[in-house]
């Protein structure tokens, strides 16, 4: 198992050993004391599985009072997936990251707190799961525009498919509150 750091520190790549055979394959998606030592820390209390249409873009989204970390990662499909760090002070305040995570490629991504974090989805379909370290709270999450110029994500799908609530997220420099470095 390996476990690779990204451009953006905190943020994680996992790349899980598979044990594959005339049956199929075997893989480990989350081993405690393993990926605490390879750099993904904390307890995951919530387990999430989204399935999204080709061309979807989901994002960016955070959590404010009971901020996340996320543990990402692919069952059907390919996606590409970002994080984006805004906690006001780090150094790297308002870059962002990128990995292709598919269920051919068996890859993670570990996005700590204070991250924003979204995907799009470049194959047919895809279903996504991914462990939290904190309860979902609709009351304090936040989002930011997924096309916000000041960030200049790369997205490699072209007219989306949104929510209503994503295409009303503010720029990064529109919020007021955000975490701190």
Known sequence: MKFVPA???GVVVVEPDIHRDARGFFLESYHAEKYRAGGVPGVFVQD???RSAGGTIRGLHLQLRRPQGK?????EGEIFDVAVDVRRGSPTFGKWVG????AE???QCYIPKGF????AVVSAVAQVEYKCTDVYDKASEIGIAWDDPAIGIRWPVSNPVLSDRDTRH????????????
Do not use: M
């Open 105 to 107: 490629n068996f890859k």
């Open 71 to 75: 543990l990402i990662r692919v069952i």
């Open 7 to 9: 451009a953006l520190a």
């Open 116 to 119: 924003a974090h979204g995907f």
């Open 99 to 102: 990995v292709t995570l598919s």
């Open 170 to 181: 503010p720029r990064l420099a529109e919020i007021a509150q955000l975490p701190t470095f």
């Open 48 to 50: 999430n599985h989204s």
